[in-house]
T-cell receptor, first 112, second 110 residues
């Protein structure tokens, strides 16, 4: 079973705060992804990375930013949280060739 | 990557086989078919994938038509815990961007 971890699992915080959502994987996967998902809705890709020092924006525009300084770590940051950022954020990684994606359990973010 | 089409919802009686279809008529020769499921608010869980041969693992079976334009995920003995949204994705090994659609909401009832 894949090992990919997201923290925190839940976060309730006030408007204007800086937030960092953590995602780590121990499988040495080069590709990593962030998706945003509202309840009952589709997953929307907001960021992805091919490897260290590589980051790209996904299909859904997001005010968040990401970094990839180490292979195993792909944090997502919101500089100033707003209620519109309330959602679930899912991190995933994928290895070489035809290997499937593996997902973390997600972070449920609520901005008051 | 090829677009996939799935019915929005299905239901199945507990203990019976659940057969979830997926259409991927524009799939190319190097694209695999992947199935995932998402239970309530958890992250999607990988189930199975295949290229052209039928595949089976401890969770499910994947049947791919000979022309590869459609596939069926089979849960041989559905349980209440199999109630989830099931996603079918066509993706090549070199593609970096898996895209999830709406999937099929499967409800297993007693």
């Amino acid at each position: 079973e894949a090992d990919i971890y997201q923290t925190p699992r839940y976060l309730v915080i006030g408007t204007g705060k800086k937030i960092t959502l953590e995602c780590s994987q121990t499988m040495g996967h080069d590709k990593m992804y962030w998706y945003q998902q509202d309840p009952g809705m589709e997953l929307h890709l907001i960021h992805y990375s091919y490897g260290v020092n590589s980051t790209e924006k996904g299909d859904l525009s997001s005010e968040s930013t990401v970094s990839r300084i180490r292979t195993e770590h792909f944090p997502l940051t919101l500089e100033s949280a707003r209620p519109s950022h309330t959602s679930q954020y899912l991190c995933a990684s994928r290895g070489q060739n035809n290997q499937p994606q593996h997902f973390g359990d997600g972070t449920r973010l609520s901005i008051l | 990557d090829a677009k996939t089409t799935q019915p929005p919802s299905m239901d199945c009686a507990e203990g019976r086989a659940a057969n979830l279809p997926c259409n991927h008529s524009t799939i190319s020769g190097n694209e695999y078919v992947y199935w995932y499921r998402q239970i309530h608010s958890q992250g999607p869980q990988y189930i199975i994938h295949g290229l052209k041969n039928n595949e089976t693992n401890e969770m499910a079976s994947l049947i791919i038509t000979e022309d590869r334009k459609s596939s069926t995920l089979i849960l041989p003995h559905a349980t209440l815990r199999d109630t989830a949204v099931y996603y079918c994705i066509a993706l090549s090994g070199g593609s970096y961007i898996p895209t999830f659609g709406r999937g099929t909401s499967l409800i297993v009832h007693p």
